[in-house]
């Protein structure tokens, strides 16, 4: 399995981003995602997770009503749209897959088992 993160870049505070995680592999092989991201000199974090119908969702407080989470399970990708970006929305953005979940969440790195490459997010201030 290989997820490949893209859609970073720089915007300005008060923008919009949307992110992309496409997912290589079997349609059976359809998980939890979830989104984290780490900022210079900070530890990972949740920022959200789907279950596979797309049915549940979680947030991380600092992003809730500001970011949504979706998956077109057609093409195998899962979406993170970002709007009313914060400079302190800047990090390296991570996808991942927990392999042992399909419509249960959890908001636990430790939970997800293949983790894509990251991509760069970047908001001005």
């Known amino acids: 399995v290989q997820l490949q993160a893209s859609g970073g870049g720089l915007v300005q505070a008060g923008g919009s981003l949307r992110l992309s995680c496409a997912v290589s592999?079997?349609?059976?092989?359809?998980?939890?995602m979830g989104w984290f991201r780490q900022a210079p000199g900070k530890e990972r974090e949740f920022v959200a997770t789907?279950?596979?119908?797309?049915?549940?969702?979680a947030y991380a407080d600092s992003v809730k009503d500001r970011f949504t989470i979706y998956r077109d399970n057609a093409k195998n990708t899962v979406y993170l749209q970002m709007n009313s970006m914060k400079a302190e929305d800047t990090a390296v953005y991570y996808c991942?897959?927990?392999?042992?979940?399909?419509?249960?969440?959890?908001?636990?790195?430790?939970?997800?088992?293949?983790w894509g490459q990251g991509t760069q997010v970047t908001v001005s201030s």
């Open positions: 991942a897959q927990d392999r042992d979940r399909k419509m249960t969440i959890t908001i636990n790195s430790y939970d997800y088992d293949y």
């Open positions: 789907i279950n596979l119908s797309g049915g549940r969702t």
């Open positions: 592999g079997r349609t059976s092989d359809r998980y939890v």
